[in-house]
């Protein structure tokens, strides 16, 4: 006969059991997977099969510069051009091409894991299941994979939020940003929606500043030319892209009516920032600004879904359910003209995303920063 002693003790057991099983689960699949991961990422490339499209671009266009080129000379390519982005990342770069490609190509993609880690550590995270988990997110491997920017504009964001309240922080964090690629400019109208309009124009006039500077480095090579540079990028690939604008298309719209309901998105969403910013929830107007971001750029590939990290780790700083959903993107290729399903799945697996951060922004746990006198101090 069992005691109700004995039961307990049996009860207890099972549940120590469970507990050291799901421990474990955690170590391999959160711990020593991305770790394998990693390997096998630098493993590929070491071995030549991946070569860092993105940073092609970069490497090419700081070595036509070194040499006295202009990077922008040459006929059209499949990216509208010899070098499609503002002449800072390619200034950035110019140390690199002491390197063999291969070589600067693994030290790239060796610095981008860290600044993937450090995008969560600035906005607090302390969970180390967040860490290994998010370099298993397809966006977060593909940006490593191709050597983009797209991690460190991610990692200018979550700066920007941590040091927002201090003017020169905040506006430098932003305006290298508008300078190196002009995609996080939602950023800047968040900034004057909560009412920091000296940090907001100050955002501006360094982003102008900078990249003013930078293209006088080159003697203002292929300034005057560039939109029509970007004019080309968007005819080439525009419609290898993540948008709704594709969405529209795909469902069957006419080209001008898909772009109004694109349009009319992004602009709705921006809408949303101003409004929640006006009364007060900064942090949910922050993440509804980085999605903002992603759904007014007409060019959006599987790696820009990194700056998704900016927005679970900011909402959520403890592993939960947003914290898996961009898993979802497996199926989603990094470019190669995606099916309307891939399309539209890689779309709605951002938006659940985005969703399930914006409720967790406004949940309890944060309540309290959106009544906390002025000038006390805030949570990260």
């Given at each position: ?9 049996v ?27 990693l ?31 202009n ?18 990342p390619?200034l ?7 390197l063999?490609?291969?070589?600067a190509?693994f030290?790239?993609m060796a ?12 906005l607090?995270?302390r969970?180390w ?33 941590r ?6 922080k ?6 290298v ?12 109208v ?18 102008v ?9 080159i ?7 560039y939109p ?13 892209s993540?948008?709704?604008y ?8 006419p080209?001008p ?24 929830d900064?942090?949910?107007?922050f ?5 903002a ?12 879904f ?5 927005v679970?780790a ?30 539209a799945?890689?779309l ?6 985005v969703?399930?951060a ?14 906390a ?7 990260p």
């Amino acid at each position: 006969m069992i005691t109700d002693a004995t039961a307990d003790v049996v009860a207890d057991d099972a549940g120590l059991s469970l507990a050291r099983v799901g421990r474990l689960a955690a170590i391999v699949f959160l711990g020593v997977f991305p770790v394998f991961v990693l390997v096998v990422l630098f493993a590929t490339q070491r071995a030549g099969r991946v070569e860092g499209m993105d940073l092609h671009q970069f490497y090419d266009a700081a070595a036509s510069i070194v040499h006295g080129k202009n990077p922008y000379a040459g006929p059209p390519t499949a990216w509208g051009g010899p070098y499609p982005y503002p002449p800072l990342p390619a200034l950035v770069s110019i140390p690199l091409t002491a390197l063999p490609f291969e070589v600067a190509a693994f030290l790239v993609m060796a610095s981008l894991v860290g600044v993937a880690l450090a995008i969560p550590a600035v906005l607090g995270v302390r969970d180390w299941r967040c860490y290994g988990l998010l370099l298993l997110w397809p966006p977060v491997i593909s940006a490593i994979q191709t050597s983009n920017i797209t991690l460190w504009l991610g990692l200018c964001a979550a700066l920007a939020w941590r040091y927002r309240d201090e003017t020169m922080k905040v506006s430098g964090a932003i305006g290298v940003t508008l300078a190196a690629k002009f995609f996080l400019w939602p950023l800047s109208v968040w900034l004057a929606a909560t009412r920091r309009l000296r940090s907001a124009a100050l955002s501006l006039a360094i982003g102008v500043s900078c990249l003013v500077v930078s293209w006088a480095v080159i003697g203002f090579a292929g300034m005057f030319d560039y939109p029509a540079v970007l004019r080309q990028l968007d005819r080439t690939v525009g419609e290898d892209s993540y948008t709704t604008y594709i969405v529209g298309l795909d469902a069957g719209l006419p080209s001008p009516l898909a772009r109004v309901l694109w349009v009319c998105i992004g602009l709705a969403i921006l809408a949303a920032v101003v409004g929640l910013a006006r009364r007060g929830d900064e942090r949910s107007s922050f993440v509804l600004a980085i999605a903002a971001s992603l759904a007014m750029t007409p060019i959006v590939w599987l790696h820009y879904f990194a700056l998704l990290l900016v927005v679970v780790a900011l909402a959520q700083p403890r592993l939960g359910v947003a914290w898996f959903v961009p898993l979802a993107m497996v199926v989603t290729p990094g470019s190669g003209h995606p099916t309307p399903f891939e399309t539209a799945w890689t779309l709605a697996v951002a938006c659940v995303t985005v969703g399930l951060a914006y409720r967790a922004s406004r949940g309890d746990e944060f309540r309290s920063d959106q009544r906390a006198p002025a000038g006390a101090p805030l949570t990260p």
